[in-house]
């Protein structure tokens, strides 16, 4: 058997370890099985553009940042060469019997479609944000919070140095969990997420709050934060291949607003890519190897659209439409937990 791999959609740390995991429990495990990588993605799979994976290419990549295969965000049903009868008939061509997908939503809503056509598909769940309902945790999620969290430590001291209120856009399209965790462990002045709404004058006042206290506001903001006054997202960088906004931007958006409020200086920080680039932890390692090895499993059962997942401690299977199906928001008590820190 023939065993296809692809990384599609944004990088985020522990990929490496994802492919690692699956050659090599595949090789070591089963009987005549072998491993080939798609390039950069679904692009990889439109064009039949693959690598061999022998056990030698995968040694010590676990702990390097980053895809070994590339990624892109190409969209899989677009191009002369896209489509399932096309993917298929470039499969069967290269005599791949199957696909592991490792990506986030928009990867997996693709792998749901090719295997709802016929495509033998199970995927891996890939993001930084961890906003799948279907999994309690994802890899690269404690990386970025790390990342994130070190990143609000060292604005901290050039905002005391200055005695500024100083703002720190993370990551979090949806959801805020990147927000929430990092901002709980740098011990931020206000938190904004998504699933939260707060007006711009709660904001102001939050700052004051702490500039009273004798303290350098610090506030962190996930980029798919809306004030009340906001009917959407702050996006200016318009859409990507599969349709959605280019989100960024809300912390240069709310730093003047502060200011003006406030009197206080105001700087922001966006901290972007940052957050997906580097060595993954040693958690996001482990559990990346582990689910790289339960998508080797779940090639061998033929369990076709299925995800592997983390629930508790163990490693499951669970359907696309399942995994697809609701967004992991951060709960009401969680941020009145974090509340009452900032508040």
């Given at each position: 058997?023939?065993?296809?791999?692809?990384?599609?959609?944004?990088?985020?740390?522990?990929?490496?370890?994802?492919?690692?995991?699956a050659v090599l429990k595949g090789i070591k495990e089963y009987e005549d099985i072998e491993f080939v990588g798609f390039r950069?993605?679904?692009?990889?799979?439109?064009?039949?553009?693959?690598?061999?994976?022998?056990?030698?290419?995968?040694?010590?990549?676990?702990?390097?940042?980053?895809?070994?295969?590339?990624?892109?965000?190409?969209?899989?049903?677009?191009?002369?060469?896209?489509?399932?009868?096309?993917?298929?008939?470039?499969?069967?061509?290269?005599?791949?019997?199957?696909?592991?997908?490792?990506?986030?939503?928009?990867?997996?809503?693709?792998?749901?479609?090719?295997?709802?056509?016929?495509?033998?598909?199970?995927?891996?769940?890939?993001?930084?944000?961890?906003?799948?309902?279907?999994?309690?945790?994802?890899?690269?999620f404690d990386t970025a919070v790390e990342i994130a969290t070190e990143a609000c430590d060292r604005l901290r001291t050039t905002?005391?140095?200055?005695?500024?209120?100083?703002?720190?856009?993370?990551?979090?399209?949806?959801?805020?969990?990147?927000?929430?965790?990092?901002?709980?462990?740098?011990?931020?002045?206000?938190?904004?997420?998504?699933?939260?709404?707060?007006?711009?004058?709660?904001?102001?006042?939050?700052?004051?709050?702490?500039?009273?206290?004798?303290?350098?506001?610090?506030?962190?903001?996930?980029?798919?934060?809306?004030?009340?006054?906001?009917?959407?997202?702050?996006?200016?960088?318009?859409?990507?291949?599969?349709?959605?906004?280019?989100?960024?931007?809300?912390?240069?958006?709310?730093?003047?607003?502060?200011?003006a409020r406030t009197g206080i200086e105001t700087r922001a920080t966006v901290l972007g890519h940052i957050q997906r680039g580097?060595?993954?932890?040693?958690?996001?390692?482990?559990?990346?190897?582990?689910?790289?090895?339960?998508?080797?499993?779940?090639?061998?059962?033929?369990?076709?659209?299925?995800?592997?997942?983390?629930?508790?401690?163990?490693?499951?299977?669970?359907?696309?439409?399942?995994?697809?199906?609701?967004?992991?928001?951060?709960?009401?008590?969680?941020?009145?937990?974090?509340?009452?820190?900032?508040?």
């Amino acid at each position: 058997m023939k065993i296809g791999i692809l990384t599609s959609g944004g990088d985020c740390p522990g990929l490496n370890a994802v492919i690692r995991g699956a050659v090599l429990k595949g090789i070591k495990e089963y009987e005549d099985i072998e491993f080939v990588g798609f390039r950069d993605g679904w692009r990889g799979v439109v064009d039949g553009d693959i690598m061999d994976l022998p056990r030698s290419r995968v040694r010590g990549i676990s702990k390097q940042g980053g895809t070994i295969l590339g990624t892109s965000r190409t969209n899989p049903f677009e191009g002369p060469n896209g489509g399932p009868e096309k993917i298929k008939a470039t499969l069967d061509r290269l005599g791949i019997d199957a696909v592991i997908a490792i990506g986030g939503e928009g990867t997996l809503a693709a792998a749901q479609r090719l295997t709802d056509a016929g495509l033998r598909i199970v995927g891996v769940p890939k993001t930084v944000d961890n906003d799948l309902d279907a999994t309690d945790y994802t890899f690269g999620f404690d990386t970025a919070v790390e990342i994130a969290t070190e990143a609000c430590d060292r604005l901290r001291t050039t905002g005391e140095s200055h005695h500024r209120c100083m703002v720190a856009e993370v990551m979090g399209r949806h959801v805020g969990w990147i927000a929430l965790h990092s901002g709980m462990a740098a011990g931020a002045h206000a938190i904004l997420i998504p699933e939260h709404p707060v007006s711009i004058e709660q904001i102001s006042q939050w700052v004051s709050d702490a500039r009273d206290r004798g303290r350098a506001p610090l506030v962190v903001v996930a980029e798919g934060f809306v004030t009340t006054d906001m009917e959407m997202p702050h996006s200016e960088r318009g859409l990507d291949s599969f349709g959605r906004p280019r989100l960024g931007g809300i912390g240069e958006l709310l730093a003047p607003e502060i200011e003006a409020r406030t009197g206080i200086e105001t700087r922001a920080t966006v901290l972007g890519h940052i957050q997906r680039g580097g060595v993954p932890t040693a958690y996001d390692r482990v559990l990346a190897t582990r689910l790289g090895m339960a998508a080797v499993d779940s090639v061998v059962d033929s369990l076709w659209g299925t995800m592997v997942s983390l629930h508790g401690t163990d490693i499951v299977h669970v359907g696309f439409e399942k995994a697809l199906g609701n967004l992991k928001t951060v709960p009401e008590h969680r941020y009145d937990e974090a509340a009452i820190l900032f508040g």
